[in-house]
């Protein structure tokens, strides 16, 4: 069966955006400096890089998809311009329904209303026997460990502190990991976890 996994940069202190997120700002304060290993220094952390997208479906939630917040009565169709990096099926966990958006170079947005199983089962049809990478943000990945949907941890540990902003493991209690590698990158510590149920 296909691993369902999680590819996350975050802070030294747990954070996966900065506070204050805006359309202007998508990555909160601070928020771009957790993805400069793989912005800046890429040929640094090329496996690491390359994994970010290699899966055969992804699930986001709404924030990172765009800051459209309620019914959509904007054509938006994401932050990554006409060619996101996908190059697949994407299911954008939201209340509000809307048809899929098709754009260049094979990624599909699909739009979720019924919540993360059924987001999952989606992904899983549209994956085959190739890997799910839950994107995030952070509500959305802590929503999967929640129901113990989450197989694999991927960090990307950021030498910065952000103090606030979105953070990963909110609300969580009594998560069982087991580390299976790590590796020190270029602006970045790179870690995996194979959660235990």
């Known amino acids: 069966m296909s691993t369902v996994y999680s590819n996350l940069s975050v802070s030294a202190d747990g954070f996966l955006a900065g506070p204050r997120q805006s359309r202007e700002n998508p990555l909160g304060e601070g928020g771009l400096a957790l993805h400069e290993w793989h912005l800046e220094r890429a040929a640094d952390n090329r496996a690491e890089t390359d994994a970010i997208v290699d899966a055969g479906a992804f699930i986001m939630g709404r924030n990172m998809f765009g800051p459209v917040r309620g019914e959509w009565d904007e054509d938006w169709r994401g932050w990554w311009g006409e060619e996101p990096p996908y190059h697949g099926p994407v299911f954008v966990l939201t ?60 960090l990307h540990i950021a030498p910065i502190v952000l103090g606030e902003g979105e953070r990963l493991f909110a609300g969580l209690r009594g998560l069982d990991m087991e580390g299976t590698s790590s590796r020190t990158g270029a602006r970045a510590i790179h870690v995996t976890y194979r959660i235990r149920r």
């Open 95 to 154: 209340h509000f329904p809307r048809e899929p958006v098709v754009m260049a170079g094979g990624t599909t947005f699909h739009f979720v209303t019924d919540g993360i199983e059924s987001a999952l089962a989606q992904a899983r049809a549209a994956a085959g026997d190739r890997d799910i990478s839950i994107a995030g943000g952070a509500s959305t990945v802590n929503q999967f460990l929640a129901a113990g949907l989450l197989d694999e941890l991927r």
